[in-house]
T-cell receptor, first 114, second 116 residues
């Protein structure tokens, strides 16, 4: 069974700092990996999606990397802003059989202090 | 473009009552997913549909839970009878065909369910 772990569970940084969020997964047979952002009382917003054949994806100040063989992904946020405060979740899409379900990590709660 | 629309946003009811959660996916999306989020267990997939057909319902916790998708633009998740341990935020998500594996799932804002 696929397990997804995110470390740390919570992170607080001053504004302007660059930071890295970590995600690890136990089964490397994945189709893709997604990073989501969740604001309080809201649903999930997809930030970046990396296919299993890719090493990284970039969107603005965000950069996500994927090392499938080691079962790891990182989300790099450059020049953090208070508006980046949210919970960040990673999720992997399995490639076995006909299943198309995402397995989520428990998230990292990020607070960027002004 | 309208995103995934869920209703109601909040539901408070007494145990034993029937609860129906509703979802309108993004137009043109082939897949629809129902998730449940709790502090203890995080986000869990309950069931998903492809072209209105249930594909995997192994995440549905018990027979009190049922889901339907009568057409491409509407799905319901029903709990009957409801119990306090069903209290959670229930999310609906939709995505385009995932055959090429590069289509993200788009989530609604969720229904916060409280069973007293």
């Amino acid at each position: 069974k696929q397990e997804v772990t995110q470390i740390p569970a919570a992170l607080s940084v001053p504004e302007g700092e660059n930071l890295v969020l970590n995600c690890s997964f136990t089964d490397s047979a994945i189709y893709n990996l997604q990073w989501f952002r969740q604001d309080p009382g809201k649903g999930l917003t997809s930030l970046l999606l990396i296919q299993s054949s890719q090493r990284e994806q970039t969107s603005g100040r965000l950069n996500a990397s994927l090392d499938k063989s080691s079962g790891r992904s990182t989300l790099y946020i450059a020049a953090s802003q208070p508006g980046d405060s949210a919970t960040y979740l990673c999720a992997v899409l399995l490639s076995s059989g006909s299943a198309r379900q995402l397995t989520f990590g428990s998230g990292t709660q990020l607070t960027v202090l002004p | 473009d309208a995103g995934v629309i869920q209703s109601p946003r909040h539901e408070v009811t007494e145990m034993g009552q029937e609860v129906t959660l509703r979802c309108k996916p993004i137009s043109g999306h082939d897949y629809l997913f129902w998730y449940r989020q709790t502090m203890m267990r995080g986000l869990e997939l309950l069931i998903y549909f492809n072209n209105n057909v249930p594909i995997d319902d192994s995440g549905m916790p018990e027979d009190r839970f049922s889901a339907k998708m009568p057409n491409a633009s509407f799905s319901t998740l029903k709990i009957q009878p409801s119990e306090p341990r069903d209290s959670a935020v229930y999310f609906c998500a939709s995505s385009l065909k995932q055959g090429d594996s590069n289509q993200p799932q788009h989530f609604g804002d969720g229904t916060r369910l409280s069973i007293l």
